[in-house]
């Protein structure tokens, strides 16, 4: 699949970051750009350098939580069914959500988002890599996030500024 790179080069931040019962509405206008890179279904891997799951991965980690979730469900979505890139994009998905929980004060749901995605993380790890190379979670840094989700649940509460970057991370 090629896309454009045009595509990827004209997709913004949203206006603003969507709290359900705080907002009245999200910037669906912004994210129906980077929704329509999204392919019908990615044939055997999803890209790592997809620019649809780059935007996703980037809106969590400058806050647009919801947002964020709303992109990586896309993108999970087209992903091969019983691939590995689904499995972390579930785990991503989670933690979005988490981050979004910690936002609106609810940090018991937050923890339990959180524990879902490392047991994402965790299944990832005895599934085996395809070798390719070139899907997302091929190369992604899956043990430090785990890592730093272990941390968090560590923590006897947690804090609206617990959330936690995805694309951020970095191998170990």
């Known amino acids: 699949m090629s ?10 931040l949203p206006r603003w970051a969507y709290v359900p019962g705080v907002e009245t509405e ?19 891997f999803v890209p790592a350098r997809h620019p649809a799951l780059r935007y996703g991965l980037g809106l969590n980690d400058c806050g647009f939580f919801w947002e964020s979730h709303e992109i990586l469900e896309a993108v999970w979505a087209a992903a091969p069914q019983g691939g590995r890139e689904r499995i972390l994009l579930r785990a991503c998905i989670q933690i979005a959500n988490a981050n979004l929980k ?3 004060g609810k940090p018991h749901a937050a923890a339990r988002l959180f524990g879902e995605a490392l047991a994402e993380l965790n299944e990832l790890g005895v599934r085996k890599a395809t070798g390719r190379g ?3 979670a091929d190369g992604f840094p899956t043990a430090a996030l785990a890592a730093r989700l272990r941390s968090r649940l560590a923590q006897p509460s947690l804090l609206k500024s617990d959330w936690i970057g995805i694309g951020t991370i970095h191998k170990t």
Do not use: E, Q
């Open 102 to 104: 910690l936002r609106m």
């Open 26 to 44: 999200a910037d669906h206008d912004t994210l129906a750009m980077a929704k329509a890179l999204v392919p019908a279904r990615f044939n055997g």
């Open 3 to 12: 896309i454009p790179p045009s595509a990827a080069a004209n997709l913004t």
């Open 134 to 136: 070139d899907g997302f």
